[in-house]
């Protein structure tokens, strides 16, 4: 099958020393071992954490018994998938505001003000996910949730992040979706394929309908 690659959006974070990460994060440090004239070819030594830049969180993240990045099946990072736009939300978006959308997919795009955010430090009240929002996605059968933030939640927690991952929703971070039109498209999400751990940054996008 031959892709129009004119159809295709990247919505993946740039992802080097200057990529925002959690505060409590090392930033990502890539070391020139090798560069050309000096040396016979350019080497670069990678370095940063699971969930630097566009990633995954798997399961395994909160849960010892469940997927660990490797094992997130592809049917719920390859298909048809909805972007909803969100940015008329200032701070957090609640389950009202989502009743207003028809959810049609089960891999859920959600578009925010977070996309415009420049993301030159970590911004504190990005906006976030309420408890009853998260209990109204997982009830509409929701098994992938990509969101354009390091976390859908403040201050670190991991509540939310909990309530997916128990029921084993696949949750890709740190989108950036602000060129992205509210539709229907098709999501292909490719983690590296780190084996045995909690996330793995992962090359995003999406490619439009005829």
Request: hydrophobic fraction near 35%; proline fraction near 6%; glycine fraction near 4%.
């Amino acid at each position: 099958m031959e892709i129009d690659t004119g159809k295709v959006i990247d919505i993946s974070m740039e992802l080097n020393e200057r990529t925002v990460v959690w505060k409590e994060d090392q930033p990502p440090e890539l070391k020139p071992v090798a560069r050309i004239p000096q040396a016979p070819c350019n080497f670069t030594w990678l370095s940063f954490g699971s969930h630097a830049g566009t990633h995954i969180d798997a399961p395994y993240y909160l849960f010892n018994d469940k997927w660990t990045s490797d094992q997130v099946p592809m049917e719920r990072l390859i298909g048809k998938c909805q972007v909803l736009d969100l940015t008329n939300i200032e701070s957090t978006i609640t389950e009202k505001d989502l009743e207003h959308y028809t959810i049609t997919q089960p891999r859920l795009l959600l578009k925010t003000r977070n996309s415009y955010d420049p993301m030159s430090i970590y911004n504190p009240e990005h906006i976030a996910l309420s408890k009853g929002a998260a209990r109204y996605i997982i009830d509409k059968g929701v098994t992938t949730l990509g969101y354009d933030y390091q976390s859908f939640e403040r201050e670190g927690k991991s509540d939310l992040h909990r309530m997916f991952l128990e029921k084993q929703i696949t949750l890709i971070d740190n989108l950036r979706l602000r060129e992205v039109e509210a539709k229907e498209y098709t999501l292909i999400c490719l983690p590296v394929k780190v084996t045995g751990i909690d996330g793995a940054p992962a090359r995003v996008i999406l490619l439009e309908e005829d």
